[in-house]
């Protein structure tokens, strides 16, 4: 697979998405206020198009990463290169950012939740989302609240690992996949009320039903090289067609798993100039996801912004963090990967500059 496709736009696309939703709660107002609420009639915000499309596509990638995997060993390597040296960096900005906003009761070098911000969020599972007196005026406690996904998203990275042994049998990996996707959609529609306020090592069941089936989604689509199918123009055109319909009849909640991955990945293989080629600025789109909030709540501790001013503001801030953070970190910490990781076979094959950065 090469980068010749839309992919880099449309997840630098979701992250912006994500970044202007969330200006609405920080600064004070609600989500119900986006023009898109409200024409839905409640059914979408800005930050569920952004993280669905998210794990669409990470979906359909990372399952094209595991099949190119050698070994687990391998695959594990790729997915820690590609998530924890941008969020330690990010942490440990947040630790430094800590004293200029802090006005605890205690004294900040007692204050315990100080210690433990940086270690149980690079633990993923032991999520710590604020720290007593920062942001305590705020509109929201939270130092970085957009941090809660990615331990979904890495444990659907394990989940999809225990497909490795079985890669050489495509149709029964195809079979499980639809499987798991068929059940995961019907535990949603019929038993969320049931298990989504259930919790398992602090995975909600909701976002786990929710988020994941969109992962599965995509790593369906990718098992059956949808990138190889014929008249992707029609499917994305017929999709979006079927999309709009349920919104329009209230009923998106019921097909959103079904329609949206495939209006994703056909989109991003729809030939569009131009968007094809934006990967040449840098993959930015995870760098402005987990920089975006802090920025935000500190230009709101500061400066006290209205909505759109937060929404311009942070959106311009981060991007530019994020271009600074893909270029002097992620893309060292890729090279690492591409040198380390993949074999020689690899790199003849698919072209040192041509290797999708799942």
Not at 223 to 229: M, R, T
Request: hydrophobic share 50%; charged share 15%; glycine share 6%.
């Amino acid at each position: 697979m090469t980068k010749n496709n839309n992919f880099d736009f449309l997840r630098f696309l979701f992250a912006l998405l994500v970044v202007v939703s969330h200006s609405y709660p920080l600064s004070g107002d609600n989500e119900s206020s986006q023009w898109i609420y409200k024409i839905t009639n409640g059914q979408l915000v800005l930050a569920q198009i952004g993280l669905s499309g998210f794990f669409i596509i990470s979906g359909y990638f990372i399952f094209q990463s595991l099949e190119r995997s050698n070994s687990i060993l391998d695959y594990l390597k790729k997915r820690f290169l590609r998530l924890f040296p941008a969020l330690a960096v990010v942490l440990i900005l947040s630790i430094i950012l800590i004293p200029f906003v802090y006005k605890g009761e205690v004294s900040f070098f007692k204050n315990i939740e100080v210690y433990t911000y940086l270690p149980y969020n690079l633990s993923l599972y032991g999520f710590q989302s604020s720290i007593k007196g920062v942001f305590d005026t705020n509109a929201y406690h939270s130092i970085n609240g957009s941090l809660w996904t990615i331990r979904y998203e890495f444990t659907l990275y394990l989940v999809l690992a225990l497909l490795f042994f079985l890669k050489t049998q495509k149709q029964l990996v195809r079979s499980i996949l639809l499987a798991s996707f068929a059940i995961f959609i019907m535990l949603y529609i019929f038993c969320l009320n049931r298990f989504g306020g259930s919790s398992l090592f602090g995975l909600k069941g909701i976002h786990i039903l929710n988020l994941g089936t969109f992962f599965i989604g995509g790593s369906l689509l990718a098992s059956l090289q949808f990138e190889k199918v014929k008249h992707k123009s029609i499917i994305f055109g017929i999709s979006v067609l079927i999309l709009l319909l349920s919104l329009y009849f209230n009923c998106y909640d019921f097909v959103k798993h079904i329609i949206f991955p495939i209006v994703i990945i056909a989109l991003g293989f729809i030939p569009i100039p131009c968007i094809r080629t934006f990967g040449r600025f840098g993959d930015m789109s995870y760098r402005i996801y987990i920089y975006s909030f802090p920025i935000q709540q500190t230009l709101m501790y500061y400066f006290k912004m209205d909505t759109y001013s937060l929404l311009i503001y942070s959106v311009l801030l981060s991007i530019g963090f994020g271009y600074v953070s893909w270029h002097l970190i992620e893309k060292r910490a890729l090279k690492i990967k591409r040198k380390f990781i993949l074999n020689k076979n690899d790199k003849e094959k698919l072209g040192w500059d041509k290797i999708v950065n799942a």
